[in-house]
C-alpha cells in the first residue's frame, strides 16, 4: 500500500531545530561558500534584485548566503531568518561587522512584523519545511511582498531528490521532500502570486539537480505597455534565424 507523503508524521519544530543546530556545526561550517550560494545571488541579481533593496532570507543557516547578499546590497537590508538558534549565532558572530544585516530565529509560522519586502529567498529550504505548511507560509510571504516583488525559491531538482532517496537516503536531512511545480504555483496563485520562471539547471550532475522558481506579486496600479517596435522587431528577426 501507498503512503500520501503529505499525510505522514513529520518532526516537529523543536526537533528540527536540534538537527539543524549539529547540521550547522558539522556541515555548513565545513562546506562555506560554493558555487550554489554564488549561483543562487547570480540569479536573484537576474531577477532585477537593487542595491537598494530588501531582502528577507528564510533559511540562513550560518549566513553564508547572507554574506554575499549584504555585500551585494550596498543600499539594502537583509533579514535573515532560521530556526536553528546555534545557527544564528554563528551568523551574528561572523557577521558582526556588517550594519545592514538583521538575524532572527524563526520557524516562519508566523510574521508578526509589518516590513515588507522586494525580494523573499529560500536557498533550499522550501524542502525541509513540511508541505502541509506551505500554504500558511506562501500567505505570510506574500503578505510581506510589495507590488512587482518576488519569492525566488532554489530547491533540490524533484527527480534528483527522488534519485538520491533511492540510492543513497543516508544523505537526506531531517526533512526532504520531492516538490512538484503545479501544487506549489496553485498555492501561491491562492495568494495573487504569479509563477514567473521556473528553470531546472546542473551544478554537480550531468542532469538537472536544482531548480530556481520565481512567483511575482503584479502590481494592480501598472499599466501594460506595448514592446517598443524597434525591439520587436529584433525579436522577430531573431525568431527567423534560429
Not at 549539529?22 to 540569479?43: C, D, M, P, T, Y
Not at 550594519?99 to 509589518?114: G, Q
Request: aromatic residues 6%.
Amino acid at each position: 500500500m501507498s503512503i500520501d507523503p503529505a499525510r505522514m508524521k513529520h518532526p516537529d519544530a523543536a526537533q528540527v531545530a536540534a538537527y539543524y543546530d549539529g547540521h550547522a556545526a558539522k556541515v555548513q561550517r565545513r562546506v562555506g561558500v560554493n558555487q550554489r550560494h554564488r549561483g543562487i545571488l547570480q540569479r536573484l541579481e537576474r531577477s532585477g534584485l537593487r542595491p537598494y533593496h530588501r531582502v528577507l532570507e528564510i533559511g540562513c543557516g550560518i549566513g553564508t548566503l547572507t554574506t554575499l547578499l549584504s555585500k551585494a546590497l550596498p543600499k539594502g537590508h537583509v533579514h535573515a531568518a532560521d530556526i536553528s538558534p546555534s545557527a544564528i549565532t554563528m551568523a551574528r558572530s561572523s557577521l558582526s561587522h556588517t550594519k545592514n544585516v538583521e538575524f532572527m530565529v524563526s520557524d516562519m509560522s508566523e510574521m508578526s512584523w509589518a516590513r515588507m519586502y522586494d525580494r523573499i529567498v529560500l536557498p533550499d529550504v522550501l524542502e525541509h519545511i513540511p508541505e502541509e505548511q506551505h500554504q500558511q507560509l506562501f500567505g505570510l510571504l506574500a503578505a510581506h511582498l510589495v507590488p512587482e516583488g518576488r519569492v525566488c525559491i532554489n530547491i533540490p531538482d524533484p527527480e534528483a531528490l527522488d534519485h538520491l532517496r533511492r540510492t543513497d537516503p543516508g544523505q537526506l536531512q531531517i526533512i526532504d521532500q520531492s516538490l512538484a511545480i503545479l501544487p506549489m504555483a496553485q498555492r501561491f496563485a491562492q495568494h495573487g502570486l504569479v509563477l514567473d520562471h521556473y528553470g531546472p539547471y546542473r551544478i554537480w550532475a550531468n542532469e538537472p539537480d536544482y531548480v530556481w522558481i520565481e512567483f511575482r506579486r503584479p502590481d494592480p496600479q501598472a499599466q501594460r505597455k506595448p514592446m517598443p517596435f524597434l525591439r520587436r522587431a529584433m525579436r522577430e528577426l531573431l525568431s527567423r534565424l534560429s
